[in-house]
């Protein structure tokens, strides 16, 4: 394999909105390519015999075959070929962290320019967006004849049951999706902002496209409340998928937590996307816009809720996060963006208390000074405190993004779900089958708060086998 100049270039630059405007406004920071820049960038691809981009995906999108494609202006195509495996490219084109998997393993990578796959695949799935409803589920012309006998119920509507319910639809199954919230979309609607992830023009229209393959939504419907899954069954299901996420705030457990204007990024984002605080009053969810803020974490999670206060007015916005930006664990083009938009990393600090100010709302934080020991069992290195090296952060806002658990609503009300030391549901890895026959589980729910794309293989994995036991073309 031969590399010329043309494949050493840099990669084609994202076009974004710049960070003085952008912090005014929650529009979309990436602007997607145009077709030049997008086929510019698919010409470095290498075409490489053996791609290790492939392996570095998750769910092994073919991914130098849809970049071929592309360089061939046929959008359709490269289309079919990314929902192959991936259900949902124009989410994850968005928000994988392409930098640790495809990007990461790329053979151009050595040279610190790999393709922009992610980009790329962004691009291809907004293309295809203006196509039929059908093509955008199955990446085919034609759409099956759903059968209403093979009813297949997925609990939570996240990208792990979007997933299933994709894959089941498109080979005849009869499928709904029950949903506790009023809106449909998991974490892809409540958590991550606006600004990262368009409601209307992604996440809408993929879930109308669903349902154009005659899927059903049912919202405002909480598994283990108001139904079980012995009623589901009772009504005819053949399976059952539960997709019900992480979502379960962490807190510190540290002084003063209780204080006015200490938020968990659970609620906060939540208040803020789904509820549409920064449109209050025009919409009736009330929010502390806080001035001086402060959020605890170094996830995506942290670098939304940062953003999201620098978009509601903060004059300063601060991460304080225990090791060094390095060890963060966000994608880096957030990191990135949050530093362009003013946001200040605090790293190597810890929080010991909130203390209330003469009102007795959140007024300041005490942190503690840390440094870097030996590697614990992740492999990352300690953080460890300094002695004596405390400090005062001014701040009428907090938000903790330190990570979620389990919500134990359904699996408190079905004790015969087998669930692991963690508290999330046990399954088989082969086919995603739980304990109780015929129940399936995939996502944060089995792995703990991960990924869009891990939440969507385990959905496929499930959707697979449920196909195959109630005889749902399982042609791939
Ligand atoms: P979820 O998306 O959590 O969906 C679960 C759904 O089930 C929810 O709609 C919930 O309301 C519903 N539900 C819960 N209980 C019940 C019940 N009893 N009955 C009915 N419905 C129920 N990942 C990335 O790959 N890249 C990112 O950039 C990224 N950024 C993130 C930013 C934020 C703010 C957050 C919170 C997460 C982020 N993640 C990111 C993680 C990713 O979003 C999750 O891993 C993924 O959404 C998990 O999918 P899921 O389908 O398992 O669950
Ligand atoms: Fe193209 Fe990189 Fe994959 Fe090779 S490893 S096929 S250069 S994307």
Redesign the pocket.
């Known amino acids: 394999m031969k590399t010329n100049k043309k494949q050493l270039r840099p990669r084609v630059p994202m076009p974004n909105q710049p960070p003085d405007e952008r912090i005014g406004n929650f529009d979309e920071v990436a602007l997607g390519y145009t077709l030049e820049m997008a086929k510019e960038e698919a010409e470095r691809c290498l075409q490489c015999k053996k791609p290790k981009c492939v392996k570095g995906c998750p769910v092994e999108v073919p991914i130098p075959q849809f970049i071929e494609k592309l360089t061939q202006g046929d959008i359709d195509s490269a289309y079919a070929v990314f929902k192959s495996t991936n259900s949902l490219p124009a989410v994850c084109g968005r ?3 392409q930098e640790i998997q495809c990007e990461g393993e790329c053979i151009l990578n050595v040279k610190g320019h790999p393709i922009a796959i992610g980009r790329l695949e962004r691009f291809v799935a907004d293309e295809y967006m203006h196509r039929d409803a059908c093509g955008l589920i199955t990446g085919k012309p034609e759409c099956p004849l759903i059968d209403p006998e093979k009813k297949v119920a997925c ?7 979007l997933t299933a319910a994709g894959y089941l639809a498109g080979r005849g199954c009869k499928v709904t999706v ?4 009023h809106e449909l ?4 609607v ?3 902002p606006e600004f ?1 992830l368009p409601k209307e023009k992604i996440v809408a229209k993929e879930i109308n496209a669903l349902k154009e393959l005659e899927v059903e939504f049912v919202r405002n ?5 108001t139904f079980s899954i012995k009623e589901l069954f009772a009504a005819g299901y053949k399976a059952v998928f539960i ?5 379960l705030p962490k807190f510190l457990g540290i002084p003063g937590e209780n204080l006015n204007g200490v938020f968990s ?2 609620e906060y ?1 939540t208040r803020v996307n789904l509820g549409r605080a920064y449109s209050f009053p025009d919409f009736d969810t009330p929010i502390i816009k806080g001035r001086r803020v402060t959020v605890f974490g170094g996830g ?2 942290a670098m ?1 809720a940062a953003r999201t206060a620098r978009r509601l007015g903060a004059d300063s916005v601060h991460i304080v996060y225990r090791r060094t930006v390095a060890e963060m664990p966000a ?1 880096h083009e ?1 990191v990135d963006h949050a530093i362009e938009e003013g946001i200040k990393m605090q790293e190597l600090c810890s929080p010991i208390a909130f203390m209330p100010d003469e009102e007795g709302n959140l007024g300041s934080i005490r942190l503690q000074q840390m440094q870097l020991g030996e590697p614990d069992d992740s492999g990352r290195r300690r953080p460890e405190p300094i002695k004596g090296s405390e400090l005062i952060l001014s701040t009428d806002l907090a938000v903790i993004a330190v990570g ?1 658990r389990s ?1 134990p ?2 699996l408190e009300a079905e004790p015969e779900l087998a669930l692991n030391k963690w508290g999330y549901i046990k399954v088989d890895k082969q086919t995603c089958e739980t304990s109780m026959s015929g129940v399936f589980a ?4 089995v792995t703990g ?7 969507m293989g385990a ?1 496929r994995t499930a959707a697979k086998e449920i196909a195959r036991r109630i005889g749902c073309h399982p042609d791939d």
């Open positions: 928000v994988c962290p609990i939570g509507s996240g990208p792990a049951s029950f949903e506790a919230l979309g998991g974490v892809l409540y958590g991550i990262r419907r909480v598994g283990g409340k997709g019900v996420g992480a979502g990024a659970n984002l995506n999670v939304d994608r957030e979620t919500n609503v359904l995939g996502g944060d729910i708060a991960a990924t869009v794309i891990l939440a959905g």
